[in-house]
Nanobody, 125 residues
Framework: QVQLEDSGGGLVQAGGSLRLSCAAS????????VGWFRQAPGKEREFVAA????????YYADSVKGRFTISRDNAKNTVYLQMNSLKPEDTAVYYC??????????????????WGQGTQVTVSS
């Protein structure tokens, strides 16, 4: 059974940092690109960042570029999202997702095969 477990969310003040983790089980993790998405109340799910199978390619939404860093440790079956200089508009539920068919990942949520349950990030002003 494939599982992606998101964790690391919480409440932080503006300007602070959090590190999210996505731990995978039940799949050959190194064969999957991984993306992070987020969804704020009343808004559509939006792309945040993605990383390739081997971690040699990453890309980001313009809204987080320069503040967030995605990385992975395939030996630990885990992907991380380091979030710095957080803003109130970063408040959302964050989800990780795994895609088998796209080496670099994608900003299109429909290409992902598996999703985590989400972790809440709240940034206070």
């Amino acid at each position: 059974q494939v599982q992606l477990e998101d964790s690391g969310g919480g409440l932080v003040q503006a300007g602070g940092s959090l590190r999210l983790s996505c731990a995978a089980s039940g799949l050959t993790f190194s064969n999957y690109a991984v993306g992070w998405f987020r969804q704020a109340p009343g808004k559509e799910r939006e792309f945040v960042a993605a990383i390739s199978w081997r971690g040699d390619s990453t890309y980001y939404a313009d809204s987080v570029k320069g503040r967030f860093t995605i990385s992975r440790d395939n030996a630990k079956n885990t992907v991380y999202l380091q979030m710095n200089s957080l803003k109130p508009e970063d408040t959302a539920v964050y989800y990780c997702a795994a895609a088998l068919r796209y080496y670099t990942g994608s900003s299109n949520p429909t290409v992902y095969d598996y999703w985590g349950q989400g972790t809440q990030v709240t940034v206070s002003s």
